[in-house]
């Protein structure tokens, strides 16, 4: 599962790890803590801001519509009520995390595309699931929703 393989449910351990800068940073895995220690989301824990740049709603969608190398403004098309400053937003967190990469084009005017790398590549397969799931389930939560929003209401 997707949570197991980046070790985002927060286990912990005693060990450091480096950081690019030469700084140090508690792990948040590790086969040696305790049940109790795994069920921690430390917020230190490394994976916390990552999680945060990459798994948003815009975030996951961009990485969808980039099966191939896409122009801004067909990624613009392609998400219905996404804002230009918000997906200008999205495209460089992405960028900055490796997810993608930015070609400007020798065209006038220029031209940029963008495309996953083999890092945000890795990623299609798990939010595909994710997404996938929230599609099979979307009936079901609407109506827990509008239970709890009438219980709610009483």
């Given at each position: 599962?997707?949570?197991?393989?980046?070790g985002w449910e927060?286990?912990?351990s005693s060990t450091q790890q480096t950081q690019p800068d030469g700084g140090r940073w508690?792990?948040?895995e590790g086969s040696?803590?305790?049940v109790e220690e795994r069920r921690v989301f430390r917020s230190d824990c490394p994976s916390r801001p990552i999680l945060d740049q990459i798994a948003d709603k815009w975030s996951m969608m961009v990485m969808a519509?980039?099966?191939?190398?896409t122009r801004f403004n067909e990624i613009k098309r392609r998400l219905e009520g996404v804002t230009q400053?918000?997906?200008t937003q999205t495209l460089r967190?992405?960028?900055r995390n490796g997810m993608i990469v930015r070609r400007v084009?020798?065209?006038?005017?220029?031209g940029v595309e963008y495309s996953l790398t083999p890092l945000g590549e890795s990623l299609r397969e798990p939010f595909g699931r994710l997404y996938d799931w929230t599609i099979d389930n979307a009936d079901e939560i609407q109506a827990r929703q509008a239970d709890y929003d009438r219980q709610a209401t009483r």
């Open positions: 599962m997707f949570a197991l393989r980046t927060g286990r912990i508690p792990r948040c040696g803590a305790s519509v980039l099966e191939e190398p400053r918000v997906l967190r992405l960028e084009l020798p065209t006038a005017p220029v």
